[in-house]
């Protein structure tokens, strides 16, 4: 079973309040890319990713992750293959210590105590988080609790890293150490994200997504050096384009 | 206003906790059974959410006070009675260890005077049935004033009868409840509007937060709750009142001191027997009479024998002990060591 | 009332460490408890027999090097329900009792010292418990004592959400203060607006939460890494505790050292 592949087919999704927020939405993403996801507030990309791992359930078409597609029955096996990195780290972190947080994802796919803890220190040490291993989360930092939260993702080797607004909240230092653990994974990346210099450094591949519809798709240079296109959905374009001479 | 150890005997406190642990595992198997595994973070916050609403107050009209969410009502209302009772035993437990608001060995009585009566008495037979579907309405209002009044005096008197019971207190039982009762009926009141305020908002907000009282409007349900609430009552007051002719004469009496040991043994007898049945220390009770008088006394006094430590060796030794106490901590202490 | 520094507080406290803290947590647990049943189960006007009971708050608050002066603020804030009532029993219980030395005082004045030695003993117990060992490992070690799972998973979800909420709440007071005249507490209308706002997004946040807990495979069952292990200090602690609060409570042992104290110097 190929975890590597993730597509997604005229997927549709309107909220129980009415609010029809993908309307057709369609792509391929391969292994080992960094695709970012990128649009307007409002323009759908939280409920994108939550359909990547079977948080959300398409009305009309269907999401696949290598060759399964997202059922409400394939999504536990599915949430072993893509980790999901939510925006508010508080959501996610919820365990009373740091360690007992990472392990939480490996004691729950069966493994032993041990094991789990074993995993968790490796994903702590993977994202330079050792020390606060027996800290509670509240004690952390915004930029610690996100490494912390990666950490917790990573902890059950998933194939696929999905994040909603990573470097949200994170002061430079923060970020600058986001950007270079983010370059460092080889996993798939799928980031939805308002900062379009990360975009930049961290990802080859862009979707523009507004009003529920991809608007544009390619690699991140040639959409983001776009400047009518940027401006029409409420983006603009990026400084560090701005300031790149044409080779 | 949560009782402390200070108050109450190992047997009241025993029994209760025997009751309230009881409880608290049936609704643990109960919600389990429901496999709503979205509860899990939903109570986790609502606790921190009544936590926290306790920060801000509220004016209450017509007076130069203010008042804030007890919260046991609102989280019946929004969780259910099991969820919710298990709550609150957890908001009631974290300021217990970590407010000293409220003993450990009298968090069972807190636990049950607290979270019993609003979220199996209050709730279902008082306010589920009369508040109605539409919780912004007079009546839903009153409603909620009503289950929460109803709910603090039980547990109130649920106070009463526990510090009488474990014989601590000299207060007697009907000078309690006249204090007890009406400042009891003020907190209803207050605890009453905040939660139809909330309520009434968030119903309007998001109509789906508030589970619909399912069924009809009959108010049998509630003629059931008012009626326990009335025999709980009745039984306790006319016990009481066969051992005194008048409750408020038998205090008035009490504190001049004329009538005491008369009345005083009276009652005590009388929860003396009741307590030998129930309880598991039997030797460890309230009477002090039975106690064995130590060496060296002038000899048993009548009630109440206060023997054992007026001597000179007694409290020599008491004072003597408190110094190697206090030796021991200051060499226990740990070395300052430099970080 | 600073919500969220309080229990911070007491956390800071429990990440210290000390050899109080690295006893397991179901030793101090079981002593607590066996603490508190000695000493509320004394008769209502023994006062001087409670004395040898001090060692054990005073010992172990010192092992775990937690300031006294905290412990004194802790005792003076909880006191005044306990005192209030209290203070009835001198007023009521009136029979004349003898002191040595040829005082005499209402009984109810002994029952009152009686109930504030009770009230700073099981205050100061539960503190000491608390302070030494911290919510996470408590919560562990009750549930290996028989505390129901979901129990223990509800108290420590509501301990880790506290601070959060609390924050939330904080600012919308602080907001609040920012636009109002006065200084008065909010009218019931702008009260259930501004708690109710608070209540929503409480239960968004349970709702995203829940969410990342199936994200990473949640099945309704929180499992814990569980590494506390039983030793010989522990079982040590525990029977020695036990020990002496029963030979304390059977035996007036201040009367005995007193008696031997008067004796010898006669």
């Given at each position: 079973?190929?975890?590597?592949?993730?597509?997604?087919?005229?997927?549709?999704?309107?909220?129980?309040?009415?609010?029809?927020?993908?309307?057709?939405?369609?792509?391929?993403?391969?292994?080992?890319?960094?695709?970012?996801?990128?649009?307007?507030?409002?323009?759908?990309?939280?409920?994108?990713?939550?359909?990547?791992?079977?948080?959300?359930?398409?009305?009309?078409?269907?999401?696949?992750?290598?060759?399964?597609?997202?059922?409400?029955?394939?999504?536990?096996?599915?949430?072993?293959?893509?980790?999901?990195?939510?925006?508010?780290?508080?959501?996610?972190?919820?365990?009373?210590?740091?360690?007992?947080?990472?392990?939480?994802?490996?004691?729950?796919?069966?493994?032993?105590?041990?094991?789990?803890?074993?995993?968790?220190?490796?994903?702590?040490?993977?994202?330079?988080?050792?020390?606060?291993?027996?800290?509670?989360?509240?004690?952390?930092?915004?930029?610690?609790?996100?490494?912390?939260?990666?950490?917790?993702?990573?902890?059950?080797?998933?194939?696929?890293?999905?994040?909603?607004?990573?470097?949200?909240?994170?002061?430079?230092?923060?970020?600058?150490?986001?950007?270079?653990?983010?370059?460092?994974?080889?996993?798939?990346?799928?980031?939805?994200?308002?900062?379009?210099?990360?975009?930049?450094?961290?990802?080859?591949?862009?979707?523009?997504?507004?009003?529920?519809?991809?608007?544009?798709?390619?690699?991140?240079?040639?959409?983001?050096?776009?400047?009518?296109?940027?401006?029409?959905?409420?983006?603009?374009?990026?400084?560090?384009?701005?300031?790149?001479?044409?080779? | 206003?949560?009782?402390?150890?200070?108050?109450?005997?190992?047997?009241?406190?025993?029994?209760?906790?025997?009751?309230?642990?009881?409880?608290?595992?049936?609704?643990?198997?109960?919600?389990?059974?429901?496999?709503?595994?979205?509860?899990?973070?939903?109570?986790?916050?609502l606790?921190?959410f009544i936590?926290a609403s306790?920060?801000i107050n509220f004016s209450?009209p017509?007076?130069?006070?203010?008042g804030h969410l007890g919260g046991?009502l609102i989280l019946a209302i929004l969780l259910?009675?099991?969820?919710?009772?298990?709550?609150?035993?957890?908001?009631?437990?974290?300021?217990?260890?970590?407010?000293?608001?409220?003993?450990?060995?009298?968090?069972?009585?807190?636990?049950?005077?607290?979270?019993?009566?609003?979220?199996?008495?209050?709730?279902?037979?008082?306010y589920?049935?009369?508040a109605g579907a539409n919780r912004a309405t007079p009546r839903a209002w009153a409603a909620a004033i009503?289950?929460a009044?109803?709910?603090?005096?039980?547990?109130?008197?649920?106070?009463?009868?526990?510090?009488?019971?474990?014989?601590?207190?000299?207060?007697?039982?009907?000078?309690?409840?006249?204090?007890?009762?009406?400042?009891?009926?003020?907190?209803?009141?207050v605890e009453g509007l905040a939660t139809a305020t909330v309520v009434a908002f968030v119903a309007r907000a998001r109509p789906e937060a508030v589970p619909s009282?399912?069924?009809?409007?009959?108010?049998?349900?509630?003629?059931?709750?008012?009626?326990?609430?009335?025999?709980?009552?009745?039984?306790?007051?006319?016990?009481?009142?066969?051992?005194?002719?008048?409750?408020?004469?038998?205090?008035?009496?009490?504190?001049?001191?004329?009538?005491?040991?008369?009345?005083?043994?009276?009652?005590?007898?009388?929860?003396?027997?009741?307590?030998?049945?129930?309880?598991?220390?039997?030797?460890?009770?309230?009477?002090?009479?039975?106690?064995?008088?130590?060496?060296?006394?002038?000899?048993?006094?009548?009630?109440?024998?206060?023997?054992?430590?007026?001597?000179?060796?007694?409290?020599?030794?008491?004072?003597?002990?408190?110094?190697?106490?206090?030796?021991?901590?200051?060499?226990?202490?740990?070395?300052?060591?430099?970080? | 009332?600073?919500?969220?520094?309080?229990?911070?507080?007491?956390?800071?406290?429990?990440?210290?460490?000390?050899?109080?803290?690295?006893?397991?947590?179901?030793?101090?647990?079981?002593?607590?408890?066996?603490?508190?049943?000695?000493?509320?189960?004394?008769?209502?006007?023994?006062?001087?027999?409670?004395?040898?009971?001090?060692?054990?708050?005073?010992?172990?608050?010192?092992?775990?090097?937690?300031?006294?002066?905290?412990?004194?603020?802790?005792?003076?804030?909880?006191?005044?329900?306990?005192?209030?009532?209290?203070?009835?029993?001198?007023?009521?219980?009136?029979?004349?009792?003898?002191?040595?030395?040829?005082?005499?005082?209402?009984?109810?004045?002994?029952?009152?010292?009686?109930?504030?030695?009770?009230?700073?003993?099981?205050?100061?117990?539960?503190?000491?418990?608390?302070?030494?060992?911290?919510?996470?490992?408590?919560?562990?070690?009750?549930?290996?004592?028989?505390?129901?799972?979901?129990?223990?998973?509800?108290?420590?979800?509501?301990?880790?959400?506290?601070?959060?909420i609390?924050?939330e709440a904080?600012?919308m007071r602080?907001g609040l203060?920012?636009?109002?005249?006065?200084?008065?507490a909010p009218s019931l209308r702008v009260y259930g607006s501004l708690l109710g706002h608070l209540l929503l997004r409480s239960m968004d946040?349970?709702?995203?939460?829940?969410?990342?807990?199936?994200?990473?495979?949640?099945?309704?069952?929180?499992?814990?890494?569980?590494?506390?292990?039983?030793?010989?200090?522990?079982?040590?602690?525990?029977?020695?505790?036990?020990?002496?609060?029963?030979?304390?409570?059977?035996?007036?042992?201040?009367?005995?050292?007193?008696?031997?104290?008067?004796?010898?110097?006669?």
């Amino acid at each position: 079973m190929s975890h590597h592949i993730v597509e997604a087919r005229d997927v549709h999704y309107t909220y129980p309040g009415g609010h029809e927020a993908l309307r057709g939405v369609s792509f391929r993403i391969t292994h080992g890319e960094a695709v970012a996801v990128v649009g307007p507030n409002g323009a759908g990309k939280s409920t994108l990713l939550q359909h990547l791992n079977g948080t959300l359930l398409p009305a009309r078409g269907e999401v696949r992750i290598g060759d399964d597609p997202v059922t409400r029955d394939t999504a536990p096996r599915i949430r072993r293959a893509v980790g999901m990195v939510f925006q508010d780290p508080d959501d996610q972190l919820f365990m009373p210590t740091v360690l007992e947080d990472v392990a939480f994802g490996p004691l729950n796919h069966g493994l032993a105590p041990e094991a789990a803890a074993e995993r968790a220190r490796a994903a702590l040490e993977r994202v330079g988080m050792s020390h606060a291993a027996d800290q509670p989360p509240y004690r952390l930092s915004a930029g610690e609790k996100r490494a912390v939260s990666i950490a917790g993702v990573l902890a059950l080797s998933p194939d696929v890293l999905v994040m909603d607004e990573p470097s949200s909240n994170l002061d430079p230092r923060g970020r600058r150490r986001l950007m270079e653990l983010l370059k460092s994974f080889e996993h798939t990346k799928i980031i939805a994200t308002h900062d379009l210099e990360l975009v930049v450094e961290v990802c080859s591949r862009v979707i523009l997504l507004d009003g529920g519809l991809v608007k544009a798709e390619g690699p991140v240079v040639q959409v983001l050096n776009d400047e009518p296109l940027m401006l029409a959905h409420g983006l603009e374009r990026p400084h560090s384009l701005r300031h790149r001479h044409p080779h | 206003m949560h009782m402390a150890d200070a108050l109450i005997s190992p047997a009241v406190g025993g029994t209760m906790w025997a009751a309230s642990a009881g409880l608290l595992a049936w609704c643990a198997r109960k919600i389990r059974q429901t496999l709503d595994h979205r509860l899990v973070p939903m109570m986790g916050v609502l606790g921190a959410f009544i936590f926290a609403s306790q920060m801000i107050n509220f004016s209450i009209p017509g007076t130069g006070s203010s008042g804030h969410l007890g919260g046991g009502l609102i989280l019946a209302i929004l969780l259910g009675p099991h969820a919710a009772f298990l709550v609150i035993a957890s908001v009631l437990t974290v300021q217990a260890l970590f407010f000293a608001d409220g003993g450990l060995l009298a968090l069972g009585c807190n636990i049950w005077n607290l979270g019993f009566y609003p979220a199996f008495i209050a709730f279902p037979f008082i306010y589920k049935p009369l508040a109605g579907a539409n919780r912004a309405t007079p009546r839903a209002w009153a409603a909620a004033i009503l289950a929460a009044v109803i709910g603090l005096q039980l547990g109130a008197f649920s106070v009463v009868l526990e510090t009488t019971a474990s014989g601590i207190s000299e207060l007697p039982f009907g000078s309690f409840v006249l204090l007890m009762s009406p400042v009891h009926l003020a907190i209803g009141i207050v605890e009453g509007l905040a939660t139809a305020t909330v309520v009434a908002f968030v119903a309007r907000a998001r109509p789906e937060a508030v589970p619909s009282p399912a069924g009809s409007a009959s108010l049998k349900p509630a003629l059931i709750g008012l009626g326990i609430a009335a025999l709980i009552v009745g039984g306790a007051v006319s016990w009481f009142a066969s051992a005194h002719p008048d409750g408020l004469e038998w205090s008035i009496a009490k504190v001049s001191g004329r009538e005491e040991v008369g009345g005083g043994a009276a009652l005590h007898e009388k929860l003396a027997r009741v307590q030998e049945k129930t309880a598991f220390l039997p030797d460890y009770g309230f009477q002090p009479a039975e106690e064995p008088a130590a060496e060296g006394e002038p000899g048993p006094e009548p009630w109440p024998a206060v023997s054992a430590g007026t001597t000179v060796s007694g409290v020599v030794g008491g004072l003597l002990v408190l110094l190697v106490a206090g030796a021991a901590g200051l060499a226990l202490r740990p070395r300052r060591v430099a970080s | 009332m600073a919500h969220g520094g309080t229990v911070q507080r007491m956390d800071e406290l429990a990440a210290l460490e000390s050899p109080a803290h690295r006893l397991d947590a179901r030793a101090k647990a079981v002593v607590t408890f066996a603490f508190l049943v000695a000493v509320m189960s004394f008769p209502r006007h023994e006062v001087v027999a409670l004395a040898p009971y001090v060692l054990y708050p005073v010992a172990l608050l010192s092992l775990g090097g937690i300031p006294a002066r905290w412990i004194l603020k802790k005792l003076l804030v909880a006191a005044p329900f306990a005192l209030f009532i209290g203070l009835f029993n001198p007023l009521l219980d009136r029979q004349p009792v003898a002191l040595p030395g040829g005082l005499f005082v209402a009984a109810g004045w002994l029952s009152f010292a009686s109930i504030l030695a009770r009230f700073a003993l099981t205050v100061s117990a539960a503190l000491a418990l608390v302070a030494c060992t911290g919510m996470d490992r408590l919560c562990a070690g009750l549930e290996r004592l028989g505390l129901p799972r979901a129990f223990a998973v509800q108290l420590l979800f509501l301990h880790r959400y506290l601070f959060v909420i609390s924050d939330e709440a904080r600012r919308m007071r602080y907001g609040l203060a920012l636009r109002t005249a006065d200084g008065r507490a909010p009218s019931l209308r702008v009260y259930g607006s501004l708690l109710g706002h608070l209540l929503l997004r409480s239960m968004d946040r349970a709702q995203r939460i829940y969410g990342a807990m199936l994200a990473r495979g949640f099945d309704g069952e929180i499992r814990i890494l569980g590494t506390a292990r039983w030793t010989a200090r522990d079982a040590l602690f525990t029977t020695g505790w036990l020990a002496f609060f029963a030979a304390a409570r059977f035996w007036n042992l201040p009367e005995f050292a007193g008696r031997l104290l008067t004796g010898e110097l006669r």
